[in-house]
């Protein structure tokens, strides 16, 4: 059975309907990348599957658990499904240490000491032992965006959602934190990363989502997709951005 | 006479009358400011009714002067009830809801102005949106409504003169019950408008030096 399974999911704003009837199941351990234009819904659907939007009409179950009917529960499901950023944010106020052990403690998830050894290690598997007292101001886009990876994975979630985690940095930036998804997917972590850096997709992706005006409009592996697209509207979208 | 010899004559009553003034100030703005939390709180809500009561209690608070408020308390009330308030409760309630309703205003303005990734980011960790209100949001909040809030103080502060006017012997009014008697009504306001911008420059002096130890990184932990 899969771990995420979206039927029928629809989604709309006011007049606007941006996801139109999406239909899709990913496996454990699988690494799935999204691509498409800007607007085509991409974020949209992936903040379905943590119920940071209410699905309009469909259903998105995440580990056998429905998330769009149960909100009495959604906080609980939340904990099992990592969310990371565009824009990191991280929590100013605090130190990288405390970004990261923050929730498993006030969720008593976890005493003090287990949180804060567990934040120590997931630094030292971001390469940031050393960053764990400043505060994220301090840090470079690409670190900032590391220890929001770690925050994630304090609370030892089954999923990991991406949103487009290397737009917002500097080009020099962007492949420390792909090499950190990178060994991520080695291990084994079921993915969902919308991106725009198709050399990753193409790389790490087991299958490669293109989305267009709120459909899927074709999907297959990294190799069907960029070595051989079936829909026109796939093949003009990967000229313009390849 | 001149003011020093006044105020060696008079000291005692003009400072009874600032303690009032300042108990009033503190008590009036721990009520206010537990009120302005509130209906910040309600003020940012999802649901519709519950912002439209902060919107009915705001706009009522900033649609009508204090004196007013007071008068309404002190006397209109009474008069529909029967239940004679003591003025210096009536005046406690009056300054409360009205720095309740412009701190309101200050809280929902602090809150806005935190990013909503922060909100997201808490909520996708798998926090209540209460916990990640009160860990995550109103932190930053604060430090952001800093410089507002110390205002708020300082006019709630100035506001107890108003209540003068219904009889509590606040420093105002203590100065106007003195001159009453001695007729010296320039040297006594020029005593209590001192009194008055002595005990504010020392909140604003203080104000500066909080600010500037609330950016980050510094004295936070
Ligand atoms: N909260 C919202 N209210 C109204 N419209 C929204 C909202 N969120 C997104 N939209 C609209 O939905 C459409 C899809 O947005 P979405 O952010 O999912 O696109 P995207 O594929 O992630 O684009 P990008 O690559 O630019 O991030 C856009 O037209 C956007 O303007
Ligand atoms: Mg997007």
New binding site residues.
């Given amino acids: 059975m899969g771990k995420v399974v979206i039927k029928n999911l629809k989604k709309s704003?006011?007049d606007?309907e941006?996801l139109k009837d999406i239909n899709l199941e990913v496996c454990e351990r699988e690494v799935i990348c999204i691509i498409?234009?800007?607007?085509?819904?991409?974020?949209?659907?992936l903040r379905c599957i943590n119920a940071l939007e209410d699905a309009s009409s469909g259903t998105v179950e995440v580990d056998g658990h429905d998330i769009t009917g149960a909100h009495a529960d959604i906080n609980k499901y939340r904990q099992d499904i990592g969310m990371v950023f565009q824009q990191f944010n991280l929590f100013p106020h605090m130190t990288v240490l405390q970004n990261i052990s923050f929730a498993p403690i006030s969720l008593k998830l976890k005493t003090k000491e287990e949180a804060q050894a567990k934040a120590h290690e997931l630094l030292k598997r971001v390469d940031l032992e050393e960053k764990a007292n400043v505060y994220p101001e301090q840090l470079s886009g690409g670190q900032q965006q590391r220890v929001a990876i770690a925050r994630a994975l304090a609370m030892e979630p089954d999923v990991m959602l991406f949103d487009?985690p290397t737009s917002a940095l500097d080009p020099e930036m962007v492949g420390e934190v792909l090499a950190v998804m990178k060994k991520l997917a080695n291990e084994g972590m079921t993915m969902i990363v919308?991106t725009h850096e198709m050399g990753f997709a193409k790389e790490v992706a087991d299958r490669v989502i293109f989305?267009d005006e709120g459909y899927i409009v074709e999907q297959g592996p990294p190799s069907e997709i960029f070595g051989n697209p079936k829909n026109e509207r796939t093949i003009n979208f990967l000229n313009k951005v390849l | 006479m001149s003011i020093p010899e006044l105020i060696i004559q008079t000291w005692p009553r003009l400072l009874a009358g600032l303690g009032l003034t300042i108990q009033l100030t503190i008590i009036s703005l721990i009520i206010g400011g537990i009120l302005g939390l509130v209906f910040g709180l309600l003020s940012v809500s999802k649901k519709k009714a519950m912002r439209a009561i902060a919107v009915v209690y705001v706009d009522i608070v900033r649609g009508t002067p204090l004196i007013v408020q007071a008068f309404f308390i002190y006397f209109g009330i009474p008069a529909a009830t029967g239940i004679r308030l003591d003025p210096n409760l009536a005046g406690i309630i009056a300054l409360s809801l009205n720095a309740g309703g412009y701190l309101a205003e200050i809280f929902r303005g602090g809150i806005e102005s935190i990013s909503k990734g922060q909100m997201e980011a808490a909520r996708s960790l798998g926090l209540p949106y209460g916990m990640a209100m009160r860990k995550v949001i109103l932190p930053q909040a604060v430090r952001t409504m800093t410089p507002a809030l110390i205002n708020q103080c300082i006019i709630t502060l100035k506001d107890t003169s108003i209540l003068s006017v219904i009889g509590i012997q606040e420093l105002t009014q203590t100065g106007r019950l003195i001159i009453a008697n001695n007729y010296q009504a320039f040297q006594m306001w020029t005593i209590i408008a001192a009194m008055y911008f002595i005990i504010i420059m020392i909140l604003s002096k203080i104000s500066k030096r909080i600010e500037r130890r609330m950016s980050y990184g510094k004295s936070s932990n």
């Fill in positions: 704003f006011g606007l941006v498409g234009a800007s607007g085509s819904g991409k974020s949209t659907l487009e919308v989305i």
